[in-house]
């Protein structure tokens, strides 16, 4: 059964800066996530893509899959997240949609992006976006390597 926690323009004011929010269990766009950001404003947008890499750089051994867990406040925190990065730059658009349940080696993980008036404030934005979500959103990632092993990080 599919879960999807999706905050839209439509649903708040249209001077919100965020645009889209999701934890999905269903395949991500890039496109969407891009698509999204488009502002006549702004003269820059920061794109991240984070995908399932083949290996992991504390292991010996491949990653042949993952599987991303997400606790019930992810939702919320991803949207504090979202606002503080909104409040700290002068943020015209805003979006992030990270990916939950099994992945495969090459699958999208994570896709944010920030258009912001100018390309510097775009890419810092979109650093602190990435970097905040990772380190205080409460998804959790659960790796499987070749040699049988497995190890939970963030957890």
């Not at 010996?60 to 939702?75: K, M, N, Q, R």
């Amino acid at each position: 059964m599919a879960h999807t926690y999706d905050t839209h323009q439509g649903e708040r004011g249209a001077a919100d800066p965020i645009k889209l929010l999701a934890i999905r269990d269903a395949p991500l766009s890039v496109d969407e996530v891009f698509g999204a950001v488009g502002d006549t404003s702004a003269g820059g947008t920061a794109l991240f893509v984070g995908t399932v890499r083949d290996h992991d750089g504390r292991a010996d051994t491949a990653v042949t899959g993952l599987g991303y867990s997400a606790h019930p406040s992810a939702a919320a925190e991803l949207r504090r997240v979202a606002e503080k990065v909104a409040a700290d730059f002068p943020v015209r658009a805003l979006a992030a949609v990270h990916r939950v349940g099994d992945l495969a080696v090459g699958d999208l993980a994570v896709v944010v992006a920030v258009s912001c008036p100018h390309r510097a404030e775009a890419f810092e934005a979109c650093r602190r976006l990435i970097d905040d979500l990772k380190s205080e959103v409460p998804i959790w990632k659960h790796q499987s390597f070749g040699d049988g092993t497995e190890e939970w990080v963030g957890a």
